[in-house]
């Protein structure tokens, strides 16, 4: 056994991977890891977002499950019979866009393959690289129940799948129509919500349409001159009067010569361009909508692929983007092109392969809108609630214009839609993948749909497809089991950031309510953007992306963890810097060192005997004797209460802090320095701090357990882990003994700076006067002189009523202290003192002027002003401790 004087910086690699492993051997992140600790009636769980099969952990992932881990842990210790459920997203559109390419690069058309060999592929590929993420996870210490890990697309949460579908097409909730789509000419529909706007510099071409039967021509501004052979009316405002008297005729196509109508409808902007705009119902979600209203043709000029078809005549064959500029030619040619004017305007992107998207019209899919009432009406009378609660006005907003969903997908992996389509035209929806017949006319000339489900609708299942729902008729699993769904379901609380509201919260929401009658979560914590130290969001062009397992190396887990937890202010971006993680590994390495501390003083009050069995036999909270360790333990105290109240309103960062404050500010800068007036206080302080590493242990679990066994004598291999040890309840606080310290510790702080006003730093003094303020008493004198003259250096101290002659004093919060100034040349210091007030002085005075100049205030940059203003408010303050300085001296 290495001796207690032994000493070095703290290690993260040396014990991270060493526990994690052992941990995890031992279940101790299974359902029943803590069962002897389990309470009765009590049950937490929580659902991880499932990330991507194609996914590597970045630093969005590492706040949601940071943030997750640590309520799970503070549960399990708690007594709660705690699920975390792990699982993977097969993620449709990302991982089919991957292998195509894999394929590609060997010359292989997925065509040429065939759909099954496609799919084994796919399966390959996903069985090789798709656990990556969960390796990542471990290295952070995550503690999902690992053996209960799900994927998308096993065949529990398939079947899954084909109930929610089955039951939602039977109660008319799932239709297939022709409908305006988002469509990706590589990946095809998608919904609104997985379509990104970027700003665009394009053109705005302004192009001339003939009126029939006469010289004129209206002036249409567009900036997609390729839709225009889709035109079926050009359109005004009714209350327009440049074109009042043209309603209701009829202009000629350019160069296709087809009649179109001129409307009239509210729907334009009377100021954009020239107040006349085309309409290509077949190609804008907004003409979509003034076609049906006008009963105008709906005129298709692309194909699926972006190829213009035979209505765009002579460029049929052309790729839509790549036709465009040769349209233009042509009608530039011919005299229709008026103007081309340069145009920013935002432009709709497929989330997944970056291609343009275009509305396009197509049969496809869909859930009606109605699905969700439930679920809003729920959500509106608090059976869930929303951390910050201002994200349910927005779940309010977006639901208030919810649309259809569109949830057809034209791809090969992911779950086949579970509708056949027969030769005398019925067409039935079945859970079952064996379908050989129609039930209607018994033909067995039956074809299921080709597409696939939206990866959204598996996902939205998540919180009870993973409790075994779908499978009610199935032997028990290996990932579930029969009593699953009645104890976790709804599920505690849902963690996640808030960019998959409307992907994934929304949808969970309204799938729960709708299928099970329960919303599916009781709290929802929605957390914000971890973003880069200047602010800035994290973006592989701009070279500021933070990769996770990096600061995990450099700083190790326990200080990324701690560090994301306390910068994550519910609603507010987190900015993360190398100077945050440093606050976080001192802090591991002040923990350490305490440790380090209380062990040497046992070997030194008890020998190696005590050093053998540590504290683990000392003293009982209840039971401590000594005046420090009594405050010290009602000091821990406060801090359990707090930390519990953070926690259980989701307010990480408060949490994080409190611990802070209590382990670095009050037990490593005080209690250890008091206990060196008091040395028996070290064994009950080894209690304290134990209990302080469990309190601590959800936010840094690695060196919590290594500290833990420290201070047991014992070793992870030969005893239980801190993990699942009782988390700290409140115990009886001792305001008397607070009261006492607190006067101590003021006048501790006091002395010490009235010796930095005399410039004798640390360095021990004859004696010292003490005038403590009228409503504060010391009852125990004898322990007030022992810790003052020991922690302050001051051979003797005088408690006293006035201020004695020829000293220098200084006012703290309890009292007033005063040294001696014989045998003092207090001279340096008072020139010191009027040379810094006089620099100071200037400096104000140059600020003051700078910042009263009308034209420097109107012409500086707004971050020059803030720092000039920071920097007088900044002079000033010391300008004013620079005189109560000099007033000591009067």
């Not at 104890?487 to 309204?510: C, H, K, Q």
């Not at 408060?654 to 028996?680: M, Q, T, V």
């Not at 810094?836 to 002085?841: G, N």
Request: charged letters at 25%.
């Amino acid at each position: 056994m290495n001796t207690a004087s032994e000493s070095k910086s703290y290690q993260p690699s040396d014990i991270e991977s060493k526990f994690y492993k052992i941990c995890k051997q031992r279940g101790y992140f299974e359902i029943n890891g803590n069962k002897n600790i389990q309470k009765e009636g009590k049950k937490f769980a929580i659902m991880m977002p499932p990330p991507n099969v194609t996914g590597v952990l970045h630093i969005g992932h590492a706040l949601t499950l940071t943030l997750q881990d640590i309520i799970t842990r503070y549960k399990r210790m708690d007594g709660y019979k705690t699920l975390y459920q792990p699982g993977l997203d097969h993620a449709g559109i990302a991982t089919q866009n991957i292998v195509e390419k894999q394929l590609l690069t060997q010359g292989i058309k997925k065509e040429e393959l065939g759909r099954e060999m496609f799919i084994e592929k796919v399966w390959e590929w996903k069985e090789k690289s798709g656990g990556e993420i969960f390796s990542q996870m471990e290295h952070l210490g995550i503690t999902p129940a690992w053996s209960r890990s799900r994927f998308t697309m096993d065949e529990g949460l398939r079947n899954a799948v084909k109930k929610a579908f089955v039951k939602w097409y039977e109660k008319g909730l799932i239709i297939q129509d022709n409908y305006m789509v988002n469509w990706c000419t590589h990946d095809g529909a998608l919904s609104d919500i997985e379509v990104e706007y970027e700003e665009n510099n394009g053109k705005l071409y302004h192009l001339k349409y003939p009126i029939k039967d006469s010289n004129e021509y209206l002036i249409v501004a567009t900036t997609r001159p390729e839709t225009y052979f889709g035109d079926s009316g050009v359109m005004v405002h009714p209350e327009d009067e440049r074109y009042k008297h043209l309603v209701g005729k009829k202009v000629l196509l350019p160069i296709s010569k087809r009649e179109i109508p001129i409307i009239a409808d509210e729907y334009v902007d009377m100021s954009f361009g020239t107040g006349c705009v085309k309409v290509t119902p077949a190609h804008d979600i907004n003409d979509y909508e003034v076609g049906k209203r006008h009963h105008l043709e709906f005129i298709t000029v692309f194909d699926k692929n972006g190829f213009l078809n035979e209505n765009a005549e002579e460029f049929q064959g052309l790729e839509r983007l790549q036709a465009r500029d040769k349209i233009i030619d042509k009608l530039t040619k011919e005299g229709y092109v008026e103007k081309i004017e340069e145009y920013t305007n935002q432009v709709g992107k497929c989330y997944r392969c970056g291609n343009t998207i275009e509305p396009y019209i197509s049969k496809q899919w869909f859930v009606k809108a109605e699905v969700a009432k439930g679920a809003i009406e729920k959500v509106n009378n608090n059976f869930a609630s929303f951390y910050p609660p201002g994200w349910k006005n927005n779940y309010n907003a977006w639901m208030r214009d919810l649309k259809d969903w569109c949830i057809s997908r034209q791809l090969w992996w992911g779950h086949r839609i579970p509708v056949w389509t027969c030769e005398c035209s019925h067409t039935f929806a079945s859970e079952s993948d064996f379908v050989h017949s129609c039930p209607k006319c018994s033909s067995k000339n039956i074809l299921q749909d080709p597409d696939v489900l939206d990866t959204w609708f598996s996902s939205g299942l998540w919180a009870f497809s993973t409790l075994g729902w779908g499978n009610e008729n199935w032997e028990e699993g290996e990932k579930w089991n029969k009593e699953d769904l009645n104890e976790f379901y709804p599920n505690s609380v849902l963690i996640t950031g808030f960019d998959i509201l409307f992907f994934w919260v929304a949808r969970m929401l309204l799938s729960g309510e709708s299928l099970l009658g329960d919303l599916p979560f009781k709290d929802i914590y929605l957390h914000a953007l971890v973003r880069d130290e200047n602010g800035h969001k994290m973006s592989k062009s701009k070279g500021n992306v933070i990769d996770p397992l990096e600061i995990i190396e450099k700083y190790g887990a326990d200080s990324v963890r701690f560090t994301l937890a306390m910068l994550c202010v519910q609603g507010r971006d987190i900015k993360l810097s190398n100077s945050s993680l440093e606050i976080s590994k001192n802090f591991a390495n002040k923990l350490f060192n305490a440790v380090n501390f209380l062990m040497m003083y046992l070997e030194q009050l008890g020998g190696t005997h005590a050093l053998e069995k540590g504290f683990q036999t000392k003293e009982k909270l209840e039971d401590f004797k000594t005046p420090l360790g009594k405050y010290a333990k009602s000091r821990l105290n406060l801090a359990i209460k707090e930390v519990r109240l953070a926690l259980n309103s989701y307010r990480f960062n408060d949490g994080a802090n409190i611990l802070y404050r209590f382990l670095w500010g009050e037990f490593c800068d005080w209690f250890i320095e008091l206990s060196k007036a008091d040395k028996p206080s070290i064994y009950e302080l080894g209690s304290v701090l134990k209990e302080s590493l469990k309190l601590l242990h959800p936010y840094m679990p690695f060196i919590t357990e290594d500290l833990w066994h420290k201070l047991n004598a014992s070793s992870l291999e030969n005893s239980s882990s801190i993990m699942i040890a009782s988390y700290p309840n409140e115990i009886i606080q001792d305001e008397n003994t607070e009261n006492e310290f607190k006067i101590i510790q003021d006048v501790i702080i006091s002395i010490r700076r009235a010796k930095m006003t005399l410039d004798i730093g640390n360095k021990s003094i004859a004696k010292a006067y003490v005038q403590l303020n009228e409503n504060k008493k010391i009852k125990n004198q004898d322990l007030f002189i022992k810790f003052i003259t020991k922690l302050a250096k001051v051979e003797k101290v005088h408690i006293v009523g006035n201020k004695p002659e020829k000293t220098v004093s200084d006012v703290s919060e309890c009292c007033k202290t005063y040294l001696s100034l014989e045998g003092i040349d207090i001279s340096p210091i008072l020139k010191r003192l009027e040379a810094q007030k006089e620099k100071l002085e200037k400096e104000i005075s140059k600020l003051k002027a700078m910042l009263n100049n009308e034209k420097f205030l109107q012409n500086a940059p707004a971050e020059v002003l803030a720092t000039n203003k920071a920097n007088l408010k900044e002079c000033e303050e010391k300008f004013s401790k620079v005189l109560d300085e000099l007033k000591t001296f009067a």
